[in-house]
């Protein structure tokens, strides 16, 4: 009697329709790995998933949401029941930044904000972990970043508040569940090629910033092979690993004082959009 073919893992990613996601499509389809791509463009969403079935002979399905609103979870959640799929890995990706101070954005615009890098990333988690648990496997990467550890600036006011929560999120519920062969890894990229600095107004600051840059590939190759070794949280590249060293020892003052100007080349001036 043959034996019924076992069903190929499927990975959940959010924000895949650009840069970093989409390099994690991209890797994950290249190991075999059924895709559920979540972003808001649709469109991109399901450009990507024809090119990766064509190449990778994987199935790969496109799910509109945008996370900020609470009902963004059910939807991801209702597209995977749909399709008779659950999750195996959640690579919690999503995200954005507010280059402007605190005062000078809409209320609104910061708790959005929230919900997209924060909320949404405990709700998706939240759903998605039992069945891993029951299951004895899975795999849970969530994108950081090397700001975590700084002491904060003027403008992009929360974003390193939201990516410290990450961190310190993933690392708690590693300590809930590693053994329950879930593992789970916070990477903290510096920058990155992608469309972030597009996104948000800043790509002319930062490309005359002259900084230190990986490819979405690079920092996607690290934080999977990161992730299959369990290790909890990860700065890929030198540059960035001295950065985050640096200050993780020095004094919060002396790290603001370092900070602080060279943040301001990145922020932009206040205008309630
Ligand atoms: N690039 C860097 O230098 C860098 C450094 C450190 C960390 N990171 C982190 O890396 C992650 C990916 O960013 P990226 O650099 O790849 O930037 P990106 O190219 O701009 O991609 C951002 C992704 O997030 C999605 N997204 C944004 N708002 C969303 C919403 N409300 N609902 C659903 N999806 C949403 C976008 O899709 P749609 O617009 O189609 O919704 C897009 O797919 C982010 O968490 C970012 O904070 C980036």
């Known amino acids: 009697m043959t034996q019924p073919k076992p069903k190929r893992r499927l990975a959940v990613i959010t924000g895949a329709s650009s840069g970093i996601g989409e390099a994690f499509a991209h890797a994950y389809a290249k190991r075999g790995i059924d895709l559920c791509l979540v972003a808001r463009r649709l469109d991109r969403l399901e450009a990507l998933a024809k090119i990766l079935v064509d190449a990778h002979g994987i199935q790969a399905f496109a799910v509109q949401a945008d996370l900020s609103k609470p009902e963004a979870t059910e939807v991801v959640v209702q597209a995977l029941a749909k399709h008779g799929r659950s999750c195996d890995i959640l690579v919690n990706n999503a995200g954005y930044s507010l280059p402007q101070t605190f005062l000078g954005t809409r209320a609104q615009q910061q708790t959005d904000f929230v919900a997209v890098l924060v909320t949404s990333v405990v709700s998706l988690t939240h759903a ?46 590693s300590a809930e569940v590693a053994d329950k062969g879930v593992l789970l890894t916070a990477i903290c990229p510096g920058q990155t090629e992608s469309d972030f600095a597009k996104a948000n107004g800043t790509d002319q600051l930062v490309a005359k910033s002259g900084l230190y840059k990986q490819t979405a590939e690079e920092v996607v190759r690290i934080a999977i092979a990161a992730n299959e070794a369990g290790k909890e949280v990860v700065v890929p590249g030198w540059p960035n690993k001295l950065a985050v060293a640096f200050m993780k020892i020095l004094p919060d003052s002396l790290t603001a004082a370092l900070i602080r100007p060279q943040a301001k080349k990145f922020a932009l001036p206040d205008t309630k959009a």
């Open 128 to 173: 998605v972990l039992p069945g891993m648990v029951q299951r004895g496997f899975g795999r849970i990467i969530n994108v950081a970043s090397m700001v975590a550890f700084s002491s904060g600036a003027a403008g992009h006011t929360l974003y390193p508040a939201a990516k410290s929560f990450i961190v310190k999120m993933t690392q708690s519920l």
